[in-house]
């Protein structure tokens, strides 16, 4: 009887032990889960800071989201992302995401940010694979190109002069990289004329909403 009861006993320790390092590891996981949720949310605030600065909206920007496919305006047949910035409950801007489907190089991802009135709050590029040193300039760590955007409307230069100096428009390209430039100031005048259509039906959709523009510019 001593036995058998040493053995229960034993038994009942080393369950209790289980049910515990159970616990501490779904506790651990829980607690490591939300510090990475934390932090991809921290990085999304922060990348839409770059081209929309906090004074344009009083919303949860990040959360203010919706999808939408468009691929002749935003330059993919893939779903696309859109927050949207209010300020006391009224629209004010929009972040879009675009592709510059024709770099020189491949596609040029895009961030770019368009108060209610049609001008650029910013624009960054997110991801390309353009050459180093010369397609590279696009990015705003490596020259102050990208940062000429701010400000821009499509009446601002006047929409015939939305191009390179080369192609006879009011943007520099970059010596022996005009491929790239162009691609870039195209997806941002593309973008920029998807809002002028668009807008109601982009500031209006259900938050988290997927809708669908299949027309084209």
């Given at each position: 009887?001593?036995?058998?009861?040493?053995?229960?006993?034993?038994?009942?320790?080393?369950?209790?032990?289980?049910?515990?390092?159970?616990?501490?590891?779904?506790?651990?996981?829980?607690?490591?889960?939300?510090?990475?949720?934390?932090?991809?949310?921290?990085?999304?605030?922060?990348?839409?800071?770059?081209?929309?600065?906090?004074?344009?909206?009083?919303?949860?920007?990040?959360?203010?989201?919706?999808?939408?496919?468009?691929?002749?305006?935003?330059?993919?047949?893939?779903?696309?992302?859109?927050?949207?910035?209010?300020?006391?409950?009224?629209?004010?801007?929009?972040?879009?995401?675009?592709?510059?489907?024709?770099?020189?190089?491949?596609?040029?991802?895009?961030r770019i940010g368009v108060d209610?009135?049609?001008?650029?709050?910013?624009?960054?590029?997110?991801?390309?694979?353009?050459?180093?040193?010369?397609?590279?300039?696009?990015?705003?760590?490596?020259?102050?190109?990208?940062?000429?955007?701010?400000?821009?409307?499509?009446?601002?230069?006047?929409?015939?002069?939305?191009?390179?100096?080369?192609?006879?428009?009011?943007?520099?390209?970059?010596?022996?990289?005009?491929?790239?430039?162009?691609?870039?100031?195209?997806?941002?005048?593309?973008?920029?004329?998807?809002?002028?259509?668009?807008?109601?039906?982009?500031?209006?959709?259900?938050?988290?909403?997927?809708?669908?523009?299949?027309?084209?510019?």
């Open positions: 009887m001593t036995g058998g009861r040493s053995i229960l006993l034993a038994a009942r320790s080393l369950a209790i032990c289980a049910l515990l390092a159970i616990a501490l590891l779904g506790g651990t996981h829980v607690l490591t889960r939300q510090r990475i949720d934390d932090a991809r949310a921290q990085a999304e605030r922060d990348a839409l800071a770059l081209v929309l600065p906090a004074h344009n909206f009083d919303n949860d920007l990040s959360a203010d989201r919706i999808i939408v496919i468009a691929p002749a305006w935003l330059g993919d047949d893939q779903p696309m992302s859109i927050w949207r910035g209010r300020r006391d409950g009224q629209p004010s801007a929009l972040v879009l995401q675009a592709v510059a489907s024709d770099g020189y190089a491949g596609p040029i991802q895009l209610v009135s049609g001008r650029i709050t910013g624009v960054r590029v997110t991801a390309h694979k353009e050459t180093a040193g010369l397609g590279d300039l696009i990015e705003a760590e490596r020259s102050d190109w990208i940062l000429g955007f701010e400000g821009r409307a499509l009446g601002s230069p006047p929409r015939e002069r939305w191009a390179v100096r080369r192609d006879g428009g009011a943007f520099d390209q970059f010596a022996g990289a005009t491929v790239t430039p162009r691609a870039v100031v195209g997806a941002v005048r593309r973008a920029l004329q998807y809002v002028e259509r668009h807008a109601d039906a982009l500031y209006d959709a259900p938050i988290g909403s997927q809708i669908e523009h299949r027309d084209a510019p």
